[in-house]
Structures are given as C-alpha cells and as structure tokens.
C-alpha cells in the first residue's frame, strides 16, 4: 500500500539510548519517526529506511531570542522533512489556539518542511454533533494563512483527522469507525474544494491505531496513511503495522 505512517513518540521514551535502540529497532521505509527535540539527532544518525519528522515547531526564526523554542530552519538542518503541527494534546495543554497553528503551518511550508496538521473534535462535542463546525473552524483558521502565500500551490500537505476522544492515552482510546472516517474526511475534502486551497492535500487518521485495526484503516483509499501514538513505542507493533502497508 506504501501508505505513510508517522510515529508520534510524543514524550517518549526518558534516555537517549532507549531512543536510538527504539528507532534502529523501527527503521522501516515509509515509516515517519517523530521523537522529543533531544533525540532528534541521534535518530537521524541511527536510521537508514525512516524519515525523520519532529512534533512542533516555533513560527519566528531562523534564530532569535525565544526561550525555549525550534525553528523550522533548525528542524531542517537537523534533516527533519515533516512536522506535526497542532496536536490536541498541545492544544489542551499549552493552550495552542487556530492562530498559532496557522503561523507554524505557514512556518513549515516557508521552510520547505511538511506539515502534518491534527484535527478533531472532543467527545463532547461529537455527541453535541458540533463535529463539522469544529473541523471547519480548525481547517480555516489553519490553513486560510497558508491559501494567501505566494506560490503555495501543490505545497503538500497531510491532515491528521485524530478525534481526541479516540487518542489511546489522553482520550477515551477506542478507534474511531473506520466508516465514519472517511465520511469525515469527505467533509474536509468538500471544505477545502469550497475554500479553494489548491494545496496537495493528503489525508491521514490517527487515534488508538495499533497491529490489530491498522488494515481496517489502511484499506481505504480515502485514509492515505496513520498517526500512531502509543504502538508506535513497541518495535513489534510498528513492525505489524508496517507489515499491512506492505
Ligand atoms: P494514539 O495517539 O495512537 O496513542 O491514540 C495518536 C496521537 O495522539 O497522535
């Protein structure tokens, strides 16, 4: 299938060795490995097959005085390709609004990064059957920065439908339907037709994907590839997942 799946170790795992034994123990072609900033280079030393990507990145730079915070131009020069961008746990967390996102998404592209942007709704609100408008709104406010920029056209781009309700550790860790997915993902496709962001949009799912529902996943035209948190830190789960994308 050669779908692409990203391996979003979150913060994981506590040494550098523990690092570079899981990613020489996950180096697989079409496999994109997302470390903590700290192990970034010693993954990209140790893989051969992988890509590398990173888990954010700050809108300002290249260099600059911001405390604490990576530049796309840093990330480049570290050899990451892809950057995941608005993840539900660093908008709870850190408070990270629609604008923010926006800036690191057209951050990313401006420095030839590619960027994987997550959406989705709580629980809450996919009970409240407010699903579409929170996409919508995500959807718009992160990507209409980048629809204005000079010559973004075909820029590619992934979006990571991930309900946070359907996230293995901090939601409810029940997969979504793989059904209902594509469903979603026609929306958003629709959206963006509507908005005309001529970007080269590339769809993923992300929540509670382990070796047992990848293939339910993956199977579908529509799901061009997986966000996987938790599995992605046991080498014999990412080995099964890649093994159904074969
Ligand atoms: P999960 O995490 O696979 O552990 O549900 C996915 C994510 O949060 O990106």
Redesign the pocket.
């Known amino acids: 299938m050669n779908k692409l799946i990203i391996a979003?170790w979150?913060m994981n795992p506590a040494s550098i060795a523990e690092a570079e034994a899981l990613a020489k123990a996950t180096d697989y072609e079409n496999l994109v490995i997302c470390p903590p900033f700290p192990f970034l280079s010693v993954v990209a030393s140790v893989i051969k097959k992988a890509q590398l990507g990173a888990q954010d990145l700050f809108w300002e730079g290249p260099t600059g005085p911001y405390t604490g915070e990576v530049s796309a131009a840093e990330l480049k020069n570290l050899g990451v390709k892809y950057v995941?961008i608005g993840?539900?746990?660093r908008r709870k967390n850190l408070g990270e609004t629609n604008e923010v996102i926006a800036k690191k998404v057209v951050a990313a592209v401006n420095e030839g990064l590619i960027p994987i942007i997550?959406v989705g709704e709580t629980w809450e609100q996919k009970i409240a059957d407010e699903k579409e408008i929170v996409l919508s709104d995500e959807i718009r406010a992160g990507l209409g920065a980048l629809a204005k920029l000079e010559g973004c056209e075909n820029k590619n781009i992934y979006i990571?439908y991930?309900p946070i309700w359907?996230?293995?550790?901090?939601?409810r860790?029940v997969a979504d339907h793989p059904g209902d997915t594509i469903v979603t993902i026609g929306f958003i496709k629709k959206l963006l037709e509507r908005l005309n962001y001529k970007l080269d949009n590339h769809f993923i799912y992300?929540?509670?994907?382990?070796s047992k529902n990848a293939a339910e996943f993956l199977k579908h035209e529509e799901i061009e590839g997986a966000?996987?948190?938790?599995?992605?830190l046991r080498p014999e789960e990412v080995a099964a997942i890649l093994a159904v994308n074969e």
């Open positions: 979003n979150k995941i993840h539900s746990e997550c990571a991930e359907a996230i293995s550790t901090s939601g860790g992300g929540g509670s994907i382990n966000l996987v948190g938790g599995a992605s």
